[in-house]
């Protein structure tokens, strides 16, 4: 299985962390963004967006960091990540989308305004981003996560970019629920972390 990443990617992290989590053992291959490798033809054959992550596993070829995560859950985890049953699965869908709305054009393009320089506005992903932390407070208030009472896909979507907004000038000082989630996340076994967290 190889893992064309980018270290400091949070959609990367996600796939490094689901693996870790999942015991997977992987081949790193590094992808420079700053060089363009994204945008050479070579890669384009993997990933028509120019986009990382993306997963090479045996030939089966798996862009985005989504499908990348639903892909593993339902080859080599269990049922309990990404769940067989309409209403579990619609909970994990929920906050699988809040992933890409709030938390991505939110948080995660705050900071990419503050550490890559990016051109987007970080007044407004500062704003978007506390809307979907503050509909993560409210969710996590009384419960331990996101879509049932045992991590799934929700949690490992939605940790990166949460557990790496202050690199967006966004403090979690008053998000306790979320604070706790993410040192819930950090205590599961095979845990591991990116620069940043």
Partial sequence: MKLYDMELSGNCYKIRLFC??????????????????????????LNPRGQ???????????????????YLARKYGNEPWLPLAAEPLARVMQWLALSENELL???ARARAVQKFKRPWDLSQCQALGKQGLAVLERRLSGRQWLADDHPTLADIACYPYVALSSEGDIALDDYPHVCAWLSRIQALPGYIGMPGI
């Avoid at 790193?28 to 050479?40: I, P």
């Fill in 20 to 45: 870790a989590l999942l015991g997977l053992q992987y081949q790193s291959v590094a992808v420079d963004l700053t060089l363009g490798e994204h945008k050479q033809p070579a890669f384009l054959q």
């Fill in 52 to 70: 990382v992550p993306v997963l090479d596993d045996g030939g089966t070829i798996v862009w985005d960091s989504l499908a990348i995560l639903t």
């Fill in 105 to 107: 054009y939110g948080l």
